[in-house]
């Protein structure tokens, strides 16, 4: 009886050792245990064990984020036109470079409060670019505008053991309406490169194929 009652005793020990001790950790979280050692033990998409009473575990988010960014504010471009803009970036703890910075930055915080600390320095870079380009430039070459942002932004998200993976400007907007009268100017432009290659195009055909029909095309084309 004694030697039943010591194996269900070890065997009830070891559940609970390991209950305490186990941890599992998921790919796009990390597990940071630490207490005994001096550098902290890291597991991300796999499983260890602490040592209870001696050994802490943290948690940090590791996984790709979506962080919506705007102006919260008009901000004047470089030829003094107030805009709005929003754009999406993509962003992930730097888990090859910036582990350390960012345990000491996020540690134990959630998905929405590392968005809101990263939100807010991108939108401190947007800002800078949008006060270095004319309006034109940013509507019209929207890729251009998000790289610069994207390449302004690297060095301060990188103070925060952050990556970024791409930044994207959704829609920009303006209080006079100026972004629309753009679009009508650029439109009138296409129509009427259109209309002089096709006057071009029917001034290269020979009349006698055209026939009778030469007289109608040219009546519509240079009325």
Not at 9 to 27: E, G, M, Q, R, W
Request: net charge neutral; aromatic share 10%.
């Amino acid at each position: 009886m004694n030697a039943i009652a010591a194996i269900i005793t070890v065997i009830v020990a070891i559940i609970l050792f390991t209950s305490i001790a186990y941890v599992k950790a998921p790919p796009n979280r990390a597990a940071i245990i630490t207490g005994l050692l001096k550098e902290p033990r890291i597991l991300r998409g796999k499983a260890g064990f602490k040592i209870p009473f001696f050994e802490r575990v943290d948690w940090l988010e590791v996984g790709q984020m979506d962080i919506s960014v705007e102006t919260e504010e008009f901000i004047p471009t470089s030829d003094f036109i107030n805009i709005q803009v929003d754009a999406i970036a993509q962003v992930s703890i730097d888990v090859e470079n910036g582990m350390d910075i960012a345990m000491r930055n996020f540690l134990n915080k959630n998905m929405d409060e590392i968005k809101t600390s990263i939100a807010k320095t991108l939108q401190g870079n947007l800002r800078e670019i949008i006060g270095t380009m004319e309006l034109k430039n940013i509507c019209q070459n929207k890729a251009e505008f998000s790289k610069q942002v994207k390449e302004n932004a690297e060095e301060d998200i990188a103070n925060l053991g952050i990556s970024i993976i791409s930044f994207n400007v959704q829609n920009i907007k303006d209080k006079e309406n100026l972004i629309s009268d753009l679009g009508i100017d650029n439109r009138e432009k296409i129509r009427k490169s259109a209309y002089h290659f096709g006057r071009k195009q029917f001034a290269s055909i020979p009349k006698r194929s055209l026939g009778y029909w030469h007289f109608f095309i040219r009546f519509f084309l240079y009325k």
